[in-house]
C-alpha cells in the first residue's frame, strides 16, 4: 500500500524546518549534479523556501516506498531551479535541475 502524499501545508513546513534547522541531506546524485550544473547549497535552499510545490511533478518511487517532491525557485542569483525531495526520516535532496538548459 503507498504512503500517502503530504498534505501542502504540511510538506512546506517540514521543507521550510529541514532548511532553517539544516538537518537535511543531499544525495550523492544530488552532489554530482550540483557540481555539474554550478549550483551551491545556498542556491538549494533558496529555491525551496521561496520556491513553489509542483504537484504534478511528484512521484511515487516504489523502490522507496517513498513520495519525491518537487519544487520549482531561484537560485541566489535569480536563476530558475527545479529541486527534488524526499523523507526518510531527514529530507534528502535527490535531484537539482537548472531550468532552461537544452541538456536537462
Not at 2 to 31: F, N, Q
Not at 75 to 98: A, H, K, N, Q, Y
Amino acid at each position: 500500500m503507498r504512503t500517502p502524499k503530504l498534505p501542502d501545508d504540511a510538506l512546506l513546513r517540514k521543507v521550510r524546518d529541514a532548511v532553517a534547522s539544516g538537518e537535511y541531506r543531499i544525495l550523492p546524485h544530488a552532489r554530482q549534479r550540483c557540481s555539474e550544473r554550478d549550483v551551491a547549497v545556498p542556491d538549494i535552499e533558496n529555491a525551496l523556501v521561496s520556491g513553489r510545490h509542483v504537484p504534478r511533478r511528484d512521484r511515487y518511487d516504489e523502490p522507496y516506498s517513498a513520495w519525491s517532491y518537487c519544487f520549482e525557485g531561484a537560485s541566489v542569483d535569480g536563476e530558475p531551479l527545479r529541486v527534488v525531495v524526499s523523507f526518510d526520516g531527514w529530507m534528502v535532496v535527490v535531484t537539482v535541475v537548472r531550468l532552461g538548459n537544452e541538456e536537462d
